[in-house]
């Protein structure tokens, strides 16, 4: 009897081990996403406008009901919708060398370019204006920056947070760096909506179809 038990433990175990991987092989290259949100790691960082990239890959974290995970270069996590599987990233890399955990995650998981987006803070648009494009230049971004010379390229999407220009010379880094006001804090999760809409339909109508609905003044 205990023969057979093992027997049919160790048949429970292979169908098992089958099961696994025939549903990691449905989610094919093409039908896998990494969504990257840009920000520096830390408390003190949290709520600036530098990290509005953390800020809304932790409400699409919410709004799915799933959590960050710290693994290497980054906080990890990742959910499905209509067959396709998004992985969210905040590289914990400090903002100029976010490219380093974008390359990484892609390679680990497959994606393809063309299935990556980036999420980051634009000093270049008023506040609350959001930008979806298919390509670009880094815009003085430093975050931007880094990725184009890591993947060696500039042919990503990416959607724009714009956080306004209402600084005075030379007071740039504190205006990124310093924390939403009272009013900006009221219009936030309007756009953080609107993004998280924005990453499934990206994922799931494509980015000509989602740049239709996103790209308006605010």
Not at 33 to 43: A, D, Q, S, T, W
Not at 82 to 107: C, D, E, H, I
């Amino acid at each position: 009897m205990e023969y057979i038990y093992i027997c049919y433990m160790n048949i429970l175990k292979f169908f098992k081990r089958l099961f696994q991987k025939r549903k990691t092989e449905l989610i094919e290259p093409m039908k896998k996403y990494l969504i990257i949100g840009l920000g520096n790691p830390g408390e003190k960082y949290k709520n600036t406008r530098h990290n509005i990239g953390f800020k809304a890959l932790d409400y699409i974290a919410d709004k799915e009901n799933v959590n960050f995970e710290t693994q290497k270069l980054g906080d990890i996590s990742s959910f499905r919708f209509k067959g396709r599987k998004f992985t969210l990233l905040k590289p914990n890399t400090f903002m100029n060398l976010s490219g380093k955990a974008v390359k990484y995650w892609m390679q680990k998981e497959k994606i393809p370019l063309e299935n990556i987006l980036v999420i980051s803070d634009d000093l270049n648009l008023p506040f609350g204006s959001l930008r979806l494009k298919p390509k670009g230049s880094d815009g003085g971004h430093n975050g931007l920056k880094d990725i184009n010379a890591q993947l060696n390229t500039n042919q990503y999407a990416r959607i724009r947070f714009g956080v306004g220009d209402k600084f005075s010379k030379g007071r740039q880094v504190d205006y990124v760096l310093g924390e939403w006001n009272d009013n900006e804090k009221k219009e936030i999760p309007n756009r953080l909506e609107r993004i998280y809409n924005a990453v499934k339909s990206f994922g799931t109508a494509g980015i000509s179809n989602t740049m239709n609905t996103i790209n308006t003044k605010k």
